[in-house]
């Protein structure tokens, strides 16, 4: 992992103690994931529970969570990259190996040419694994949403992406519903 991301931002919430279970909630996320669906997406407005109601739903599975706590500063590719492998190299510490120097070079790549070894390492798992963007809503640049795009596009079988969101974030919503 690169020593200058901070690592609390990569923290699983601990589970509250004065938790209101929401087991037809849990069973929407576990559906997902039964179904194959490549992202869920938890869109509420702030203090309705989503980041709760995600870790949850992670306590109650034995399965791969790599989780990101996104902020405003997130919004420079390298960084937001360079965070979500780092989110997954918490299930898997060799993801990811390739690509972290095509983010740093001197010259930016475009996503697709960072992205395509990352899909093609995970393609190759043999377990599941998931990776949970929280507060999605700060992420504003467009080269950010066009990577996510790409990377929803072509996401292979093993990894499973959620996003929990404020609102409806800048992507392909209605094309992949219609999927």
Do not use: C
Request: proline share 9%.
């Amino acid at each position: 992992m690169e020593t200058f991301l901070l690592t609390t931002k990569l923290y699983i919430p601990p589970p509250h103690l004065n938790l209101v279970s929401r087991p037809h909630l849990i069973e929407r996320l576990d559906e997902g994931l039964r179904l194959g669906h490549r992202l869920t997406l938890i869109s509420a407005s702030a203090g309705s529970g989503k980041t709760t109601l995600l870790g949850e739903w992670m306590a109650a599975h034995n399965l791969g969570f790599g989780w990101l706590s996104l902020d405003e500063d997130d919004n420079d590719p390298a960084r937001f990259w360079s965070y979500a492998i780092a989110a997954l190299q918490t299930i898997r510490p060799q993801l990811g190996q390739s690509t972290l120097p095509m983010l740093h070079g001197l010259q930016p790549l475009p996503a697709q040419a960072v992205l395509t070894p990352l899909l093609n390492e995970l393609a190759a798992l043999a377990k599941p694994v998931i990776l949970i963007l929280d507060d999605y809503h700060l992420i504003t640049e467009k080269v950010i949403h066009d990577g996510v795009t790409f990377l929803l596009d072509h996401l292979p079988h093993p990894l499973h992406l959620v996003i929990a969101t404020r609102v409806d974030p800048p992507l392909p919503l209605a094309r992949w519903r219609s999927r």
